[in-house]
């Protein structure tokens, strides 16, 4: 929990940034009280994300007694050393990153670079079944009995993926494929401070349509 006198900020979205949700997933886990300032989605900037982050000017940025710490994984080291109790233990874990590939499943225009995404996305759950296989088979999470690193990691993409899924109409975490994923998947979800910032499937499906698919066909290169 934070010391008495520390100031603690979490700039994020509204709802549905995974990057978001991890960090707030993490600090709520260990108990630490902090005030959350919502980014609004697009071209505008606040003051303090821009002094904040001024290479980047993204969120997620935790600010701890006005020093920022930006980057979701960068804030997840910072909060397991910065407030190693209550809580489990984020690190050491396995970082890994596919959720560009999975979102290119929805993004990309042609049949080919679709099963492209398709591929590797596939390749990136393949590896974390065997991980959870080797490691971690009998326990509850990736962390062991307790939630830890990579479970927040490839967790706070879980709301995403399910939309992905209903808006291709194909199965990513298919229980006869990856089986220990998929159990893993339905505790995760039942955490209360999961379930809390993890948005609903046809949330994320409205954004898709009404928001998102228009800015990513407007980026989208002219063959």
Same mark, same amino acid.
């Given at each position: 929990?934070?010391?008495?006198?520390?100031?603690?900020?979490?700039?994020?979205?509204?709802?549905?940034?995974?990057?978001?949700?991890?960090?707030?997933?993490?600090?709520?886990?260990?108990?630490?009280?902090?005030?959350?300032?919502?980014?609004?989605?697009?071209?505008?900037?606040?003051?303090?994300?821009?002094?904040?982050?001024?290479?980047?000017?993204?969120?997620?940025?935790?600010?701890?007694?006005?020093?920022?710490?930006?980057?979701?994984?960068?804030?997840?080291?910072?909060?397991?050393?910065?407030?190693?109790?209550?809580?489990?233990?984020?690190?050491?874990?396995?970082?890994?990153? /596919?959720?560009? *590939?999975?979102? =290119? !499943?929805?993004?990309? #225009?042609?049949?080919?670079?679709?099963?492209?995404? &398709?591929?590797?996305?596939?390749?990136?759950?393949?590896?974390?079944?065997?991980?959870?296989?080797?490691?971690?088979?009998?326990?509850?999470?990736?962390?062991?009995?307790?939630?830890?690193?990579?479970?927040?990691?490839?967790?706070?993409?879980?709301? /995403?993926?399910? *939309?992905?899924? =209903? !808006?291709?109409?194909? #199965?990513?975490?298919?229980?006869?494929?990856?089986? &220990?994923?998929?159990?893993?998947?339905?505790?995760?979800?039942?955490?209360?401070?999961?379930?809390?910032?993890?948005?609903?499937?046809?949330?994320?499906?409205?954004?898709?349509?009404?928001?998102?698919?228009?800015?990513?066909?407007?980026?989208?290169?002219?063959?």
């Amino acid at each position: 929990m934070a010391a008495s006198g520390d100031e603690v900020k979490l700039l994020g979205r509204s709802w549905g940034c995974p990057y978001v949700i991890r960090a707030r997933i993490a600090l709520e886990l260990k108990g630490v009280s902090y005030d959350y300032v919502v980014e609004q989605l697009g071209e505008k900037k606040s003051e303090l994300l821009l002094k904040s982050n001024p290479v980047y000017k993204k969120v997620p940025v935790l600010i701890h007694n006005d020093r920022p710490i930006c980057e979701s994984a960068i804030i997840l080291q910072y909060i397991d050393e910065v407030w190693p109790e209550p809580g489990p233990r984020y690190f050491p874990r396995i970082h890994m990153n /596919w959720f560009p *590939a999975l979102l =290119k !499943i929805i993004k990309v #225009k042609t049949e080919k670079e679709k099963a492209e995404a &398709l591929e590797q996305s596939f390749v990136g759950l393949s590896l974390l079944e065997e991980t959870y296989k080797k490691s971690f088979e009998g326990k509850a999470f990736f962390g062991g009995d307790n939630v830890g690193y990579l479970d927040i990691i490839f967790g706070s993409f879980l709301g /995403w993926v399910k *939309a992905i899924e =209903k !808006i291709s109409d194909i #199965k990513l975490i298919d229980k006869a494929k990856f089986p &220990l994923l998929a159990k893993w998947a339905e505790r995760f979800a039942s955490v209360a401070t999961v379930k809390e910032h993890v948005p609903k499937t046809d949330e994320l499906v409205e954004l898709f349509s009404k928001v998102l698919k228009d800015i990513w066909n407007a980026s989208a290169p002219n063959n």
